[in-house]
């Protein structure tokens, strides 16, 4: 089982930056799967989580309105639509899934089982 996010980079305030989350190993039809972000001198906080068996979908306060989070199953990608960009946005964006529970609201708020590596994403002017 592996996670690979891409996609990050540096932004401007009010833009916009699309993630992918690449994976293998597994399918994209019953997991729960989502984005979770570290910046500097925080926890890791759950922002955009996805259940692959019912599409149903949570999003932490601060995003919500502003990220979108989607998969394409025929690819294995899930992607991270992040739009009008601020800077406490700034973090390591990081993809993970729980394989064995399908909840949304679980992965986000309790973490995934399995975690890819993250992208940097550097909102500034």
């Known amino acids: 089982v592996q996670l690979q996010a891409f996609g990050g980079g540096l932004v401007q305030p009010g833009g916009s930056l699309r993630l992918s989350c690449a994976v293998t190993?597994?399918?994209?039809?019953?997991?729960?799967i989502g984005w979770f972000r570290q910046a500097p001198g925080k926890e890791r906080e759950g922002v955009s989580c996805l259940s692959t068996l019912n599409d149903i979908t949570h999003y932490s306060d601060s995003v919500k309105g502003r990220f979108t989070v989607s998969r394409d199953a025929a690819k294995n990608t899930v992607y991270l639509q992040m739009d009008n960009l601020r800077p406490e946005d700034t973090a390591v964006y990081y993809c993970?899934?729980?394989?064995?529970?399908?909840?949304?609201?679980?992965?986000?708020?309790?973490?995934?089982?399995?975690w890819g590596k993250g992208t940097l994403v550097t909102v500034s002017s």
């Open positions: 993970g899934a729980n394989l064995g529970d399908s909840s949304s609201h679980a992965l986000c708020n309790r973490g995934p089982s399995n």
């Open positions: 190993g597994f399918t994209l039809d019953r997991p729960a």
